[in-house]
Nanobody
Framework: QVQLVESGGGLVQAGGSLRLSCAASERTFSTYVMGWFRQTPGKEREFVAAITWTGVSIDYADSVRGRFTISRDMAKNTVYLQMNSLKPEDTAVYYC?????????????????WGQGTQVTVSS
């Protein structure tokens, strides 16, 4: 059972930056894909970014491409989401997720493990 713990959320002004971290409980990452999703009240969970643990494949939602960067540190079993040029519409609860596969996937239903979420609020 993989456990994921997010951290790094908070309140920031528009144009600012935050870095989210997702620490995983076990070292299975050579066969895992790690993803970030976000959700606002009344809406479905939305894909943000994903990375294969090898780092060979990376995917971003169009809404964040060029502003957000996903990365991983294998030694620390941790995945990061660097968020720059934040906008009020980026406000959401951000979730880390993982799936045992070799390919990135944008569908939330493809991910079997989820963190508890961390709130990101961007003020205008």
């Amino acid at each position: 059972q993989v456990q994921l713990v997010e951290s790094g959320g908070g309140l920031v002004q528009a144009g600012g930056s935050l870095r989210l971290s997702c620490a995983a409980s076990e070292r299975t990452f050579s066969t895992y894909v790690m993803g970030w999703f976000r959700q606002t009240p009344g809406k479905e969970r939305e894909f943000v970014a994903a990375i294969t643990w090898t780092g060979v494949s990376i995917d971003y939602a169009d809404s964040v491409r060029g502003r957000f960067t996903i990365s991983r540190d294998m030694a620390k079993n941790t995945v990061y989401l660097q968020m720059n040029s934040l906008k009020p519409e980026d406000t959401a609860v951000y979730y880390c997720a993982s799936r045992k596969s070799s390919g990135v996937e944008r569908s939330a239903s493809a991910y079997g493990y989820w963190g508890q979420g961390t709130q990101v609020t961007v003020s205008s």
